[in-house]
């Protein structure tokens, strides 16, 4: 079943921000990064893909999210990273007031390149509003509700990046570091966590196929020695 886009009536995004957002409005933020690789045994010259998603609850006046890998010569400096997002926030004016909603789907994807010496992404608000349900929840739900950023409501993490790995990296295990700060009026916290993925080797690579053919010739060279043997006692 595909993921359905998120988007809303006018009647809906009214609801939403007479009942729910008021909800969370106040809330002094608190949020946790998970990020994981989903490509982990990759060659040199190969992308490693990074899904970063955010659990937690409350709207940061400012935040960033930033990755740092353990190596410098692991990343292709001259290939540009990419970022895919497609969570954003919709503004519109109405009655009389300025009423916000997210949005999300595979229309809205967006692709954005990133410098490859170090990565630095700011979030819009988007990805820390509450994912719409409707009829409106009542409530612990209602007032601790799922955000966007914790799920994949469009078929992508909500923080989707790219990385080219260097041809010249040498082979072994290596972490991306992702660091989330955010800010709420005169307080910043930050939330750590980090990717583990392994550059393999030509053996790595092709172990099998050695240890699969040597097996064979040790097989035959064993035939062989046997047919001698019994031909020529």
């Known amino acids: 079943m595909e993921p359905k886009d ?49 659990t937690g609850l409350g709207i940061p006046d400012a935040n960033k999210l930033v990755l740092i890998w353990s190596s410098p010569d692991i990343i292709d400096t001259s290939s540009k990273g990419i970022f895919t997002y497609c969570i954003k926030v919709v503004e519109k004016d109405l009655d009389n007031k300025k009423m916000i909603a997210p949005i999300a789907g595979t229309k809205f994807i967006e692709h954005n390149e990133l410098n490859p010496y170090g990565i630095t992404v700011f979030l819009n608000k988007g990805y820390f509003l509450p994912y719409p349900k ?50 709420f009026k005169n307080v910043i916290k930050q939330s750590p966590d980090k990717v583990k993925f392994h550059i393999s080797s030509w053996w790595d690579r092709n172990q099998w196929w050695i240890i699969t053919a040597g097996t064979i010739i040790a097989f035959i060279l064993l035939v062989l020695t046997v047919i001698f043997t019994v031909l020529d006692p």
């Open 6 to 54: 998120i988007t809303l009536s006018d009647d809906n995004i009214k609801e939403y921000n007479d009942k729910v957002l008021p909800s969370i409005n106040k809330i002094e933020p608190a949020y946790s990064v998970v990020a994981r690789a989903t490509t982990y045994n990759i060659k040199g010259g190969q992308n490693i893909e990074i899904g970063v998603y955010l």
């Open 134 to 183: 409707f009829p409106i929840p009542k409530g612990d739900e209602l007032l601790t509700p799922s955000i966007i950023a914790e799920g994949t409501p469009h078929g992508y993490a909500p923080v989707s990046i790219s990385l080219k790995t260097s041809r010249k990296a040498k082979a072994g295990e290596y972490e991306i570091n992702v660091v989330f700060t955010y800010r």
